[in-house]
């Protein structure tokens, strides 16, 4: 009998109501398939439920999207873990178009990028409990073959001039990025190099913090105010029906 440790992460800002249910029957697939599940038997949601978590030993680490999450609680829970590490997400419920009640590709994605980054390994299956693949892959994990590592191929051409090459370069150099804010904790690929990006590129990134915007927003005069707001409006109408303040 393999030993799994499951781990599924939320936010309180999605559909936990959904998010459970898929938790619920992620678990029940896992000792329907003869699994001994380990594990925090809620969801994961906060700090305080991360640092509650005594992960033991197990034979698969699965990360269990139940809805999305940032992917703080993925590093810290299964970074330093022996992988690969099963990363789980589920398909998204209602029509097309509506508002996300899960994003949950979306936090896999974003663990896979931070654990990979610490030196972890992930492996990947999308799709619902009741579904005839997962069930097939699940199967396949608890008996030691997790899903194969893909990487997209390589496609290389003709090299374009070198003086193109060098004429590109020379319109980056010396251009601004303006940058507002920090990198929200998680989110490893919003993280960049400043000085890095000058020595390659030329590229002058200027930060300021959220703080520092809003008092450079506030100082806005309102007849300029009102100019933006017009010219935004034109270019999306929609922006009409939404409180001028929030616009």
Not at 13 to 23: E, S, V
Not at 82 to 87: A, D, S, T, Y
Not at 118 to 146: F, Y
Request: glycine share 8%; net charge negative; with cysteine.
């Amino acid at each position: 009998m393999s030993t799994v440790a499951l781990v599924a992460l939320a936010r309180p800002t999605f559909d936990l109501a959904c998010a459970q249910a898929n938790f619920d029957s992620a678990r029940a697939l896992l000792i329907e398939l003869g699994a001994q599940v380990v594990g925090p038997a809620e969801l994961i949601m906060t700090p305080e439920d991360v640092a509650a978590v005594k992960l033991p030993a197990a034979d698969v680490y699965i990360l269990f999207m139940a809805s999305f999450s940032d992917a703080s609680p993925a590093v810290e829970l299964l970074g330093n873990v022996k992988g690969p590490v099963l990363g789980w997400s589920m398909r998204e419920p209602g029509a097309v178009g509506e508002r996300l009640k899960l994003n949950s590709m979306c936090g896999v994605n974003l663990a896979a990028h931070a654990l990979m980054n610490v030196g972890q390994s992930i492996r990947h299956i999308h799709g619902n409990a009741d579904e005839p693949a997962v069930r097939e892959a699940i199967t396949a994990a608890l008996a030691g073959n997790l899903p194969t590592a893909y990487a997209p191929k390589e496609v290389s051409g003709e090299f374009a001039p070198t003086e193109k090459v060098d004429a590109a370069f020379a319109w980056l150099k010396g251009k601004k990025i303006g940058a507002v804010g920090d990198a929200p904790n998680g989110f490893t690929p919003c993280v960049f190099d400043g000085p890095q990006l000058q020595k390659l590129f030329g590229l002058d990134v200027r930060q300021i913090t959220i703080d520092d915007a809003f008092g450079k927003i506030s100082e806005v005069k309102d007849d300029a105010r009102e100019l933006a707001y017009a010219r935004a409006v034109a270019a999306q109408p929609s922006l009409a029906s939404v409180n001028v303040d929030e616009a």
